[in-house]
């Protein structure tokens, strides 16, 4: 088995400022995914990669960057947090190549409030 | 424009009965159909899958009912616990596309 970890568990952030969040994966996928969920709205894809250095945007990449330096890792960067935001951002990975029939594995999540 | 649709946003059910969670969707494209389980301060994880090509799949108390042909399916929790509290998300990919529902927060009541 495997696991992703996401770091912080909490952030608080000010507004206009720049957040950073983190996660590592040992299952050895090729996928990873950053998601946001809000209440009421479900999983909404903000970035995907397929490959070390790969980024690919998903329908909410504004506002947001993505790094993938190594296959293990994916960070997500808040660019200028929002004042009052208040979501949960969600790391997840993938065996293979993109968004197809596959499992995800969802890491337990990052929750973010802007003040 | 939301892709894929649960038609109730909570849902509560007491110990017991079968409690029946509904999706659509509208991208012909979608082959196969994932139905993710979340706990509070948890992320979500896989419950049960059907393929675009079946009608029904059962893995014991949890059942999807697949209509291709009216773009729907729905889960069905046989003999409910409180246990099974959670939200559902179901979700449709295909064509390098993974879309979530919005969920339905399930309650199940001793």
């Known amino acids: 088995g495997g696991i992703i970890t996401q770091t912080p568990k909490f952030l608080i952030g000010q507004e206009g400022q720049k957040l950073t969040l983190k996660c590592q994966q040992n299952f050895n996928h090729d996928t990873m995914y950053w998601y946001r969920q809000d209440s009421g709205k479900g999983l909404r894809l903000i970035y995907y990669s397929i490959t070390e250095n790969d980024l690919q945007k998903g329908d909410l990449s504004e506002g947001y960057d993505a790094s993938r330096e190594k296959k293990s890792s994916f960070s997500l960067t808040v660019t200028s947090a929002q004042k009052n935001e208040m979501a949960v951002f969600l790391c997840?990975?993938?065996?293979?190549?993109?968004?197809?029939?596959?499992?995800?594995?969802f890491g337990a999540g990052t929750r973010l409030s802007v003040l | 424009q939301q892709q894929v649709r649960q038609s109730s946003q909570s849902l509560t059910v007491w110990e017991g009965e079968t409690a029946i969670l509904n999706c659509s969707y509208e991208n012909s494209a979608f082959d196969y159909f994932p139905w993710y389980q979340q706990f509070p301060g948890e992320g979500p994880a896989l419950l049960i899958a059907i393929r675009s090509v079946s009608d029904k799949k059962e893995d014991g108390r949890f059942t999807i009912f697949f209509n291709k042909r009216e773009k729907n399916l729905s889960l069905h929790i046989k003999d409910s616990q409180p246990g099974d509290s959670a939200t559902y998300f179901c979700a449709a990919t295909g064509n390098y596309k993974y879309v979530f529902g919005a969920g339905t927060r399930l309650k199940v009541i001793a």
């Open positions: 997840a990975s993938s065996l293979d190549r993109g968004p197809s029939q596959n499992t995800l594995y």
